[in-house]
């Protein structure tokens, strides 16, 4: 498949929005993080401007983004409408969470019960993201059981790590807590990535050309001669390629940059006394993300359809 940027933007920096919100939630009901304005309004500044900018950006492939308000209206049959209508609704929650936490300085009682809420709305949300893919069963690199749980801990592994960086930034006395969760959450987000893309490795393919046309028990089936001699929108959308050896490659720099550094420095920051915290935590953020694009880069672009099958994909 073609990897859209708009479509890699907005699945890392709304995810990493999600994570935030539920983290800031959890950490507030857990007396982690003070109820203080100046923090509030920085955290749920940052986290609010990621998934805004995400959900627009997401806009941007399609035909008519003015109409994109109409996806929603089929929330009975699509995951896409699904994922609309909770982005929406999570703003009722977390905004009167946020609105207690910057204006009142309070974070408990009702205001903290809100806060969960929008946790749990948060993480749903990103289900429902991770699910307009892992539905598609004309892709079935994406029609996997591990889509979905990798779109989960990633966003709670970004949204972990970005409070981290607040926390260390206003040098809140609950930093050393968050950074074991991050640390931890960046583990299992390895660990479960690994998993996909061994799951991936050892699939056999779903369809080939002789199980589509039906011809498999006569033989191995081709093609005598292209469908066409110029190129066309399903060619450009769906058959796209990347090379092995590409991959490979770019699979290397998303476990490095955006897990082992992390992980390092986490590690580095809690266990072994370190000076300028605010420095390691930012650049440790920043390559998380460079890799955490070059993760989803190659998770749109190693995706076969099946109707690359009539072009003479072997198989998918």
């Known amino acids: 498949m073609h990897p859209a940027k708009s479509v890699i933007f907005f699945t890392t920096a709304s995810g990493a929005g999600y994570g935030m919100l539920a983290w800031l939630a959890v950490f507030a009901w857990a007396d982690l993080l003070p109820a203080d304005r100046l923090f509030g309004l920085v ?13 627009l950006s997401s806009t941007f492939h399609l035909g008519h983004p003015e109409r994109a308000w109409r996806a929603m209206s089929q929330w009975k049959s699509s995951w896409l409408s699904r994922e609309g209508l909770a982005a929406v609704l999570t703003f009722i929650p977390t905004g009167l969470f946020a ?41 079935p690199a994406w029609s996997n059981r591990w889509t979905p749980p990798a779109y989960l801990i990633l966003s709670l592994a970004t949204g972990a790590l970005l409070v981290a960086v607040m926390a260390g930034m206003f040098a809140l006395s609950g930093l050393a807590v968050l950074l074991k969760v991050a640390f931890v ?19 056999a393919p779903v369809s080939t050309s002789g199980t589509a046309t039906g011809l498999e028990p006569f033989g191995k089936v081709g093609l005598i001669e292209a469908p066409h001699t110029e190129s066309n929108y399903l060619l450009e959308e769906m058959g796209f390629k990347v090379a092995r050896k590409h991959a490979s490659k770019l699979r290397q720099i998303a476990i490095s940059l955006g897990f082992v550094v992390p ?19 930012v650049a440790s953020t920043l390559s998380c993300s460079a890799g955490l694009i070059a993760e989803r880069w190659l998770f749109f672009a190693e995706a076969k359809h099946v109707v690359t099958l009539y072009y003479g994909n072997e198989g998918v």
């Open 185 to 203: 959450a960046l583990v299992f987000g390895l660990v479960i990535k690994l998993i996909y893309w061994a799951s991936r490795n050892s699939a």
């Open 99 to 139: 609105a207690s936490w910057v204006f009142l300085e309070d974070h408990g009682g009702l205001a903290g019960y809100l806060g969960l809420l929008g946790a749990l709305m948060s993480l749903v949300t990103v289900y429902f993201t991770s699910m307009i893919y892992a539905s598609l069963k004309a892709i």
């Open 263 to 281: 992980l390092a420095v986490l590690a580095m920051m809690i266990w072994l006394p370190v000076q300028g915290h605010v420095f390691w935590l």
């Open 43 to 55: 955290a749920f500044g940052l986290a609010f401007v990621l998934v805004v900018g995400g959900l």
